[in-house]
């Protein structure tokens, strides 16, 4: 993940659009100074180190390798997972939580948490994998419990006590190649079980083909600037705590 997330498509376009999210919600919160901000699940650390010169920006992260790589690009981490954040309640203006709830056993207990370390008002931008049609053994490999829709998504989110500002489908443009790929995946493994073990679907794309994949992931955050999408490979939402 930390080599992938520096050039794969998916990393950049995912990137493009939340970043496009982000940015509103953090002028938003500014009112002069700079908000704080919490990175819940921050990985190895690429989109927090992204962020970090925007506004007061920490992460928070679960696993003890990747906590290691936030350090490692000077970025602030600190150990702990949900549903049990190691932070003060109304800590913070902003959360950010990409792909993160899918791998939550009880996801509104998450959210409800992350709700928790927001100040009343405060932001969150989250992203989650969509349609549970395109399960397939990239989720197991990745040891999701679930893949969201739209109503589904909102529905938790407002049981966690957060008010849902946005919601919206992205990864559109590209849902048709990934459908594609997760039945053909599908059929192979109901006509000829493979023993090896289950294999994210992240893997090397050549070029000029991930910069092509990379330029079209990533327009779709002029798309969502006029509205909603119907349909696509992930949710992304804006929620008021």
């Known amino acids: 993940m930390f080599e992938a997330e520096k050039r794969h498509f998916w990393f950049r376009g995912s990137r493009a659009v939340v970043e496009s999210w982000l940015q509103r919600a953090i002028d938003d919160a500014a009112m002069g100074q700079r ?3 919490i990175d819940v699940g921050a990985g190895t650390g690429g989109m927090l180190d992204r962020i970090a010169p925007m506004c007061d920006a920490w992460g928070v992260e679960y696993s003890p390798d990747g906590a290691a790589f936030c350090q490692s690009r000077g970025v602030r981490v600190l150990r702990g997972g949900l549903p049990h954040l190691p932070l003060a309640t109304d800590r913070f203006d902003l959360a950010l939580s990409m792909d993160v709830f899918e791998h ?50 909102e529905t938790r989110l407002k049981q966690a006590g957060f008010r849902v500002v946005r919601c919206s ?50 327009a779709e955050r002029h798309l969502l600037a006029h509205g909603r999408l119907p349909l696509g490979a992930s949710l992304i939402a804006e929620c008021e705590a």
């Open 35 to 37: 908000p704080s901000l």
């Open 104 to 153: 939550v056993e009880d996801d509104v207990a998450a959210m409800a948490d992350v709700r928790r370390v927001l100040r009343p008002g405060g932001r969150l931008i989250m992203t989650v994998p969509a349609l549970q049609w395109l399960w397939s053994r990239h989720d197991e490999a990745l040891h999701h419990h679930r893949r969201y829709d739209r109503p589904m998504l």
């Open 169 to 218: 489908y992205f990864n559109s443009l590209l849902l048709p190649p990934i459908a594609a790929v997760r039945l053909a995946g599908r059929l192979k493994d109901r006509f000829a079980p493979s023993s090896a073990p289950p294999a994210s679907d992240v893997g090397d794309v050549v070029e000029p083909l991930n910069g092509i994949l990379s330029s079209v992931f990533g």
